[in-house]
């Protein structure tokens, strides 16, 4: 590896930091992120629910999430199968990419050293999506303990505190699975790396960019705004 990449995979690793920083904060050049605005919503329906003796929609909603975050990790598990058999085919992989034109050779150990930062990449990915699983079934749970509408109407006050703590864990399981989901979207302008440290930076810009107005200017944000 020569200076340049080191530089390339500094600028990807601020690049990520630096995404998630903005998309954290409250608002940006006076926008509220997707992220946050679902936020409320999620508060909503979970306060809706002290309105219903019904729980089968709430508990349906919950099986959907976890249905999602069990795709992404089973998903991430194929990929780092996929980087590991890709390390020990090291030699018959950078033999393919030498004949490829435009591609930076740099030799065998920084080829395996890339394959390791993805292999890296897609664990902590998994890792997040595993715990994003895990709290989404403590959701479940503290759902189930919000009380029927007979009790609300007698303590609304402990009823609202039961929901609450449903929300918060409801909130924090998100905040995983949308680590995760940008681990996966980020890995994606990685992969340039094993062409060059130019295309590394250059395709985590884009991806970036594409995240950023997803989060900020994307119709769906739109969808969620007060008329």
Same mark, same amino acid.
């Given at each position: 590896m020569v200076l340049v990449d080191y530089i390339a995979l500094l600028v990807f690793a601020l690049l990520w930091g630096g995404y998630v920083w903005v998309t954290d904060r409250r608002t940006v050049f006076? &926008?509220?992120?997707?992220s946050r605005l679902m936020i409320e919503r999620r508060r909503r329906w979970i306060l809706n629910s002290l309105n219903r003796d019904l729980k089968m929609i709430d508990t349906q909603i919950i099986a959907g999430l976890q249905a999602g975050t069990a795709f992404f990790a089973s998903t991430c598990i194929f990929a780092l199968g996929g980087c590991f058999a890709l390390l020990g085919r090291a030699t018959e992989a950078q033999a393919i990419f030498s004949d490829l034109p435009y591609v930076f050779q740099g030799g065998r150990t920084a080829f395996e050293l890339k394959v390791s930062g993805l292999t890296c990449i897609f664990?902590?990915?998994?890792?997040?999506?595993?715990?994003?699983? &895990?709290l989404f079934n403590y959701c479940s749970i503290l759902i189930g303990g919000i009380p029927m509408l007979s009790e609300t109407k007698v303590d609304r006050a402990a009823?609202? &505190?039961a929901a609450e703590r449903a929300i918060r864990m409801n909130v924090v399981a998100a905040k995983h699975f949308n680590a995760g989901l940008r681990s996966i979207f980020l890995s994606i302008g990685y992969l340039g790396w094993f062409v060059s440290p130019y295309i590394l930076m250059g395709a985590t810009g884009i991806v970036i960019v594409v995240l950023f107005r997803r989060q900020f200017f994307s119709e769906a944000r739109d969808a969620l705004l007060e008329p």
């Open positions: 006076g &926008r509220t992120s997707l664990g902590y990915a998994f890792f997040k999506f595993g715990w994003s699983y &895990r009823a609202e &505190r």
